[in-house]
């Protein structure tokens, strides 16, 4: 009975992360980047998109998100999220976040490029790093360039 | 104590020596000196080697950096490292900490050390005409996020990388921005990501070398001019896994290599102009798999041996071509005896369509259906391609 009740409730949950629109948790050193088909390794540098219609793309790093925006058939686009250089292994929202560009911190596609989701750990990088900082605006447009 | 040579000075450490660290060694030697290290275990990190000397181990000295952090740093040119164990480097999310680290440095030789328990092994920064010969470095990463690389060169050029054993790192081998580098005779094994990665790196070749059991053999990516010769890339599993990726390479050169029981040989992106020749595709899913726009490929006298599929496209064929290779799975015959077979090969199955479109399809592989689309295609193209086809597929296979 209770076995009944426990696949019941499964199924359910099955259905509920089949449709909803949230993050999924990356399979680190599994999953491959949907740009760039790299293995996703670096914990401080990934991304994901979350799609209009609930689809998890996942990149090894936010340039190959960020270039992936800019091809003819990127898709539509729920949620954008970054890995917080400060906390590894946590997706942050990319639209709140304060961005990096210093050869200081090398990014795994070349672009040395790092989000933070403090604006005070980004100054602090940024003072002992050097390079600039962006907001996710900008960072739009320099990717557009 | 200090005896006189022909060519420099010997300095001495030991545990009961004047001079028992390492870098108190380094202090007391003065250029093209050479500093002798008993053997003996040695507890030193942040080791600076600043000026051109030779440092030389007895019988393996270890050196133990108890995860303090960078072990040796090299800031000098003409700076000889041989014969060391080095144990214990430290790990940090925010800095790289390697075994050895050559920094803007020339004419460098590191040969002969072990490596152990390692998060970088050897990192070249900006550093041009060294060697890196006969190392042996055993990382035992389990998870991606706290191993480095084995050998990473960042900003380096010309620099021979020769039979050394890598396994256990993150990547094996990597190159960024990196040119005119040779890496040959090399193992790289067992690691998490790749056995060999190339990043923004142009004319550089790689030749002999074993990459087996990887996470993925090799990634080639963004780079020119890229010389492939007689490697072996075998038993690399899995979803993300490929022998070899190719992505943003133009005018590079594969030839006589092995590409063996891999989920894909090789993965190609928006490549161009390269030679396949000579290679052989034993027993893969798919022995070369095309993704997007790539052209002036040309495949000869490969031979491609009991693969699932040969060859699958999504696009078109693009003026690529393929001439007089050989396939198993070829059922034509040779009338005129001239070991051509006389009727045209295509390599492209449309079931590899199929499969492309629907991953999940893959299920239906050996199904009496799918033979009968394939077979039925095959008779009569009418969904493949065209012009995708071998004319002169051979009878026998290349040797």
Redesign the interface.
């Known amino acids: 009975m209770r076995i009944h009740q426990l696949s019941i409730l499964f199924i359910l949950l099955l259905l509920l992360v089949g449709c909803s629109i949230s993050q999924k948790p990356i399979d680190y050193g599994e999953a491959a980047c949907h740009y760039c088909s790299m293995t996703i390794v670096d914990k401080q540098h990934a991304a994901q998109i979350v799609t209009d219609k609930g689809k998890v793309f996942n990149y090894d790093a936010i340039e190959c998100m960020m270039n992936q925006m800019n091809e003819a058939d990127a898709p539509t686009v729920a949620l954008f999220l970054a890995n917080d250089y400060s906390n590894p292994g946590e997706l942050m929202d990319a639209t709140n976040a304060t961005y990096l560009i210093s050869e200081g911190i090398p990014s795994p596609m070349g672009a040395f490029l790092t989000g933070f989701s403090s604006e005070a750990e980004a100054s602090a990088a940024h003072a002992s790093h050097g390079g600039e900082l962006y907001d996710w605006e900008g960072l739009k447009e320099k990717f557009k360039e | 104590m200090v005896v006189k040579p022909a060519s420099g000075a010997i300095v001495k450490v030991c545990p009961t020596c004047v001079l028992q660290s390492i870098q108190s060694g380094i202090y007391a030697a003065s250029p093209h000196d050479t500093v002798w290290i008993e053997k003996a275990t040695y507890q030193e990190y942040n080791i600076k080697v600043d000026r051109p000397i030779t440092i030389k181990g007895d019988r393996y000295p270890v050196i133990d950096g108890e995860d303090q952090g960078e072990i040796i740093t090299i800031y000098s040119d003409s700076v000889t490292l041989d014969g060391l164990f080095i144990i214990n480097v430290g790990t940090s999310?925010t800095t790289d900490y390697a075994a050895i680290r050559v920094v803007k440095s020339k004419y460098f030789t590191i040969q002969n050390v072990v490596l152990e328990k390692l998060f970088f092994g050897i990192y070249l920064e900006k550093s041009s005409y060294g060697k890196v010969y006969h190392n042996k470095i055993i990382g035992d990463a389990v998870?991606?996020?706290n191993s480095g690389n084995g050998i990473q060169l960042?900003y380096s050029n010309n620099i021979e990388v020769d039979q050394n054993h890598v396994q256990g790192a993150?990547d094996g081998i990597y190159l960024?921005?990196s040119d005119t580098i040779s890496i040959t005779n090399n193992t790289s094994t067992k690691n998490?990501?790749?056995g060999l990665h190339f990043?923004?790196s142009d004319d550089d070749i790689y030749e002999n070398n074993t990459f087996e059991d990887n996470?993925?053999g090799v990634?080639v990516?963004?780079s020119k001019r890229i010389k492939m010769l007689n490697n072996t890339f075998r038993l690399n599993w899995?979803?993300?896994s490929y022998g070899m990726?190719l992505?943003e390479i133009n005018d590079a050169e594969i030839i006589g290599n092995t590409f063996e029981e891999n989920t894909i040989g090789i993965?190609i992106?928006g490549s161009n102009r390269i030679n396949y020749e000579r290679n052989n595709f034993i027993g893969n899913g798919w022995a070369v798999k095309v993704v997007g726009a790539c052209y002036e490929n040309k495949f000869r006298q490969n031979n491609f041996l009991y693969n699932s599929f040969d060859v699958s496209y999504n696009s078109n064929l693009n003026d690529n071509e393929f001439d007089g290779n050989y396939w198993s799975s070829y059922t034509g015959y040779d009338l005129n005896k001239d070991k051509v077979g006389d009727v045209p090969y295509r390599p492209v199955k449309l079931f590899s369509y199929i499969v492309n479109r629907t991953p999940e399809t893959i299920v239906l592989l050996r199904s009496l259906f799918m033979e009968i689309i394939d077979f039925s295609e095959k008779v009569s193209p009418v969904f493949t391609p065209d012009n995708l086809v071998d004319t002169n597929p051979m009878m026998r296979r290349i040797e």
């Open positions: 999310y998870d991606e996020y960042w993150r960024e921005f998490i990501r790749y990043m923004f996470g993925a990634a990516m963004f899995g979803t993300a990726l992505k993965n992106e």
